[in-house]
């Protein structure tokens, strides 16, 4: 007998339990309409037969401990932001029971999980007790029976949220729940083979949409899923991987973890226990996540979760009969934290346009750093530091350092100009010779000057900045390769092209690897470390002190550095034998910081920049002079500039990653900035 038609209901409450994450491949065609430009447009629908109702029954257990994988991202207590009831391994009439007695009490799903064989599939869901738009749930459907309900609520206003899936690509059971009001241009398809969600989630994230939730289902070798993908107005960042190996999934999770800001927002599994995830930067605060669970785990993990404050946000089964096994997400509360705009320090009334330029910068690029200083004649007239970020995040004060990428490359300038003025160093010098090397495989090499090198006219085109690990390998390197490994493996190329001859209407080539050697040109003629001797010679004297070093590693970090944001991850620079992939910014770009201090990786505050650019050229070598210098590697951009006015400012950003189709958003910014300062007379 059939059961009556899903209906909606005005934000019951309840806590609901997002089964199903994002994938990142697709399965066949079978699907619902494509993707919408229009809110409503482009999301498959089920048909209201039967099993539509989600049933609610107490059904059986929570979470448990076991295999798989927990991480706590916080360890500090928490409690749930809601009341909330969860259950697994349920059948579909116990389910149908629970949806029941659930919505009449308002309660709300937040995670919902079909998996098992048919006709004997299982159920689990988390539900929230919250207000909330209207919502209707559907379960036990056929493909056909979905398309239909898809349709039929779409037609009403609605838009799927969470959707579930288990069985084979031909013969699929459907579950989802579909919400009134949703925001925004969405899409939704299922029956998606890998290249097809791929594509999918690369038309997404190009509309400026993120993955609400994905499911995967049928056979190790015909994967297929189901998926919608909701509007990203606040650029929220997220990953996607799919049908991972379960013996392979803890090394993902831990490389997406690392990068900053990033935790599991949901974890499908399959049939065979493969798992496809979404990742994203939205915090909801303290957070533990595990995979690999029986059922008798993922009960004594529930239980000490529970007892800690947290609930499931998302729990997922995967596999039949006694080869059940959940993955789940835990925490206080499911809903992103809404981010907080603070900004500190010194600003005059007449500047006051600075502060809004900033905040709409960083509200649409997501930027949840950044530092702005202006001087003049010597005398600081600005000095912010501004922070959009949830709370909890660190508030960003005007001492704290940020990498500085390219704009290390003046300090290096300020230090050989100091050995110049010792009388310890030319610019005509020979930098190999120098250094005490000889036989290169290119003779023009022991040519090279230092001011040549100043000037990105040395001979390179090749940069081996972002390719330390390769060089850390070929040289039968244990640990990181540094600057004299770097400076090895350049003298015995051949050269790009004749030194001072640059082959380009500028005169230069730019190019990292000069300001790496100079660096080791100061390490050599002055006997001490780069940085000390920069730090004794330079900046002390200037009286100088919010500058470092910006080291690689993730670990033991100084409170007062600012966390570096990209979302890249690669093969480590910092440990060239392992085959893991580590976030960009802790060495996964191929570059050690510590090695590339002179052209890449010094950190400071924007007003010890501007300080600096009172007294030395921001680009070129010598005193202050009118010129400008940018910098941009992965988790950050800056700029410093003096003015010929007699203003000198600086810029610091803890990204280099815009809004999709923002073009060169950082100089829109500069040039915003530069505008103000020009409009107001600083």
Known sequence: MLEPPLTAFEAPAGLSKVSLPRPVQTGRKGFMPAYISSPMENVMSFKLTRRALMQHASGAGLATFGTGLIVLADTTAAKAAVSFEAYHGVTAAVHQENFNRLSQKKFRPISLSVYGDAPNVLYAAVWVDRPGPAFAMVHGLNAQDYQAAFDTWRAKGYAPTILAATGSADHPVFAAVFEQGVQGAWRSRHGMTAAEFTSETGQAASAQQKLRWA???GSPNDPRYIATWHANPGWAKWHVV???????????????????????ACVSVASDHSVCALFTDEGIGPWSARHGMTPDEYQAEFSRQRSAGRMPICVQGGGSGGNVRYAAIFASQDQPLARQWSATGQRPANLAQVDDIMHAFMVKHAVRSAQLTIGHNGTVKLQRAYTWAEP????????????LASNSKMFVAAAIKKLIDMGKLQTSSHAYQVLGFSNPKDNRSDTITVQQLLDHNAGYTYDPTYDMRRIALAHGLNGPAGKRDIALE??????????????????????NYGYLLLSLVVEKVSGQDYFQFLRAQVLQPDGISEVDVYPTAAANRPANLIAAEDEGVGLSALAPHSNAQVPAVFGGDGMVKETAVGS????????????????????????????ARSGSTPGTSTWAQSLASGTDW?????????APGSGD???DLTKAINAEIGRVGV
């Not at 799919?242 to 599991?264: C, L, M, N």
């Not at 300080?611 to 010129?627: D, L, N, T, Y």
């Not at 810029?651 to 815009?658: D, I, M, Y």
């Open 215 to 217: 499911s995967i289902y």
């Open 242 to 264: 799919g049908h991972v190996k379960a013996s392979d999934y803890q090394g993902v999770f831990e490389t997406q973890t690392q990068i900053p800001g990033f935790r599991p």
């Open 392 to 403: 909890g995040h660190h508030v960003v004060q005007i001492s704290d350092r940020f990498l």
């Open 490 to 511: 350049m003298y015995g190329r051949t050269l790009d092209y004749a030194p001072g001859m640059a082959p380009d209407p500028k005169g230069m080539i730019y190019n």
């Open 600 to 627: 890449c990786g010094l950190a400071a505050s924007a007003s010890a920049m501007a300080q600096f650019i009172h007294k030395h050229a921001a680009w070129g070598m010598g005193g202050r002079a009118a010129s």
């Open 650 to 658: 600086a810029l610091v950003v803890n990204t280099r990653e815009w």
């Open 665 to 667: 958003a950082f100089g």
